[in-house]
């Protein structure tokens, strides 16, 4: 039996004859299973949100009949009759519906069905409140749901801000007077939303001579400044940090002073490792290195005789960012090294001399200044006082003296 129907379901025998006589078979049933065949497809619908929906279908085929339902490709749990309910849809129930219907025979698809969900505007992410030195850019973002299209306005102390039509707002340069409530409300044609308030603190600037613990006069870059701030500290007050640079640009802070003498400074940095660095230079010379990730550390250098400059720069190549892309200096201290001389008497020199902790002091001596050799008469570990030095064999009748620091 070819390309059978299901007319020719039914009960089958067969009669065997010859010239002798005839024999009958046994009953054979032969049933046909037909596919199923929707006859009433799921249909496209529009709700808002919170209502129910119900997407049915109407099949025939042969017995028993299986269902399953899918929204956007993806079996639904459960869903397993010709009628499917969704109570209380959201914006996430929104998408295509179709039932798979199923027997003995095999398997068909039904039409696909779309669910639109209108819904007004809904806050996903609020506004956060921010404190920032005057003169800082600020953000404010907000993150919102709900059918498009959907507008922004975006307000200051109550009133509208003019131009403020974004899903963010930004402010440059901002000043006291930008201090207040920022919020903002969106809208589309089923509602609106308004979003949580939104503080926004403006901080005086720290000058740089507060912010570094140093009464120095200091020189910063016009273009990317150094600048006080109270966020980032080691002493947990305030500190300086390197102004915002693009790739390829610089940051400079420097102060000058008058050797010979002993900088102290705590320094850190978050930057591209080995990409963008924080240097501390005395004149034209690098003396110091940090980049990458690179939490507060103390820095102690001897600073050679007459007029230095100290500079500390925030660099960065040509490529990349990482981290907060930013130096900072902290509790600079310079101490001179003086040292206040006792003429030699017979036999006895000394010299006093301020020392300071992580340094070795030795006196030496030599009769030529010039050609030396320089003799080590005795070497004292640095602590914070003052020191006395003795050379109680100064018999030659002309000795020159010096403190050598390391």
Sequence with gaps: MNNIQPGQAGNYDVVVSNPFGAVT?????????????????????????????????????????????RHNGVDIPGAYTAALVLPAVSPSDAGSYYVVVGNAAG???????????????????????????????????????????????WYFAG????????????????????????????????????????????????????????????????AAPWFGQFSVTHDGQHAAQ?????????????????????????????SQTNGDYLYFSIGNTVRRTISGEVDWTQVAILVPSGPQKLTWTYIKNAAGTAGADAGWVDQVEFYPLRAAFNFKTRLLFSLRMQTQPGFTYTLEATESPASGPWTSITSVQGDGTEKVFLDPFASTPRRFYRIRVE
Excluded: C, H
């Design 159 to 222: 009133g509208a801000i003019p131009g403020a039509n974004g899903g963010g707002l930004s402010l440059t340069n901002v000043q006291l007077a930008n201090a207040g409530e920022y919020y903002v409300i969106i809208s589309n044609a089923y509602g609106s939303a308004r979003s949580g308030i939104a503080y926004l603190n403006v901080l005086q600037p720290i000058p740089l001579q507060q912010a570094l613990n140093s009464t120095n006069s200091w020189i910063t870059t016009e």
């Design 25 to 69: 078979s046994a009953m054979a049933q032969v049933t046909i299973s037909a596919l199923p065949v929707i006859t009433v497809q799921p249909q496209n619908q529009i709700v808002f949100v919170g209502d129910s929906v119900v997407f049915s279908v109407v099949a025939s085929g042969t017995p028993p009949l299986s269902y399953q339902w």
């Design 107 to 153: 398997s068909v698809n039904s039409a696909v069905a779309s669910l639109t969900v209108n819904s007004p505007p809904y806050i996903m992410v609020q506004p956060q409140d921010q404190t920032v030195m005057a003169g800082s850019t600020v953000s404010f973002v907000v993150s919102a749901g709900g059918s498009p299209p959907m507008s922004y306005q």
């Design 242 to 270: 390197s102004g915002a640079i693009g790739n390829n640009g610089k940051s400079i802070l420097e102060t000058t002073v008058t050797g010979p003498g002993i900088v102290y400074f705590w320094w850190k940095v978050s």
